[in-house]
C-alpha cells in the first residue's frame, strides 16, 4: 500500500488497506493510513518553495508552517516535518483546535514506538506540555 500511495496511486493504496484485517497488522496499518492521508492532504497544497517562501516574509504564518510540514510528512522528511510540528505547537498551542499536536501523534503512531525519531520528539512534545 506505501508503494503504492508514493507512487500517487492513493485510490488503490486505500483499497489495499481496506481489504486488511486491522486486528492482523494494527499498528503498520494506522501507519499506512496515516501516511496516505498526508499524501492527500499535501496534493491540495502550495509547494514546499512557496511555503518556504511565505515563512521567510512571515516566520508567524501558522498556516504556512502547518502546511509546510504536510508537504515534509508526504515527502516522508519526517525529522523536518516533525521539528516544524513541535515549533508550531509551542508558539501556538490552539491553531486549528489543536491540529500540530494531533499531527505529532499521527507521525508517531506512522513511525511506530521505536523509531529513534519518536523517541526524541516524543520528549520533546512532553517537556513543552509540562
Not at 481496506?18 to 502550495?46: C, E, M, N, W, Y
Not at 518556504?52 to 504556512?64: F, G, I, T, V, W
Amino acid at each position: 500500500a506505501r508503494c503504492l500511495a508514493e507512487r500517487g496511486e492513493l485510490g488503490e493504496a486505500q483499497a489495499v488497506l481496506d481489504a486488511v484485517k486491522s486486528d492482523d497488522h494494527k499498528a503498520a496499518l494506522a501507519g499506512a493510513k496515516a501516511q496516505i492521508t498526508f499524501l492527500r492532504q499535501a496534493a491540495d497544497l502550495p509547494d514546499a518553495a512557496e511555503l518556504k517562501s511565505r515563512l521567510a516574509q512571515n516566520p508567524q504564518d501558522d498556516e504556512a508552517a502547518y502546511q509546510l510540514a504536510i508537504q515534509q510528512l508526504a515527502r516522508q522528511q519526517y525529522d523536518a516535518a516533525l521539528e516544524g510540528l513541535l515549533k508550531l505547537f509551542i508558539r501556538n498551542r490552539s491553531y486549528s483546535e489543536g491540529l500540530p499536536h494531533k499531527t505529532l501523534l499521527q507521525v508517531f503512531e506512522l513511525l511506530g514506538n521505536d523509531h529513534p525519531l519518536v523517541t526524541v520528539y516524543r520528549r520533546k512534545l512532553f517537556a513543552a506540555l509540562y
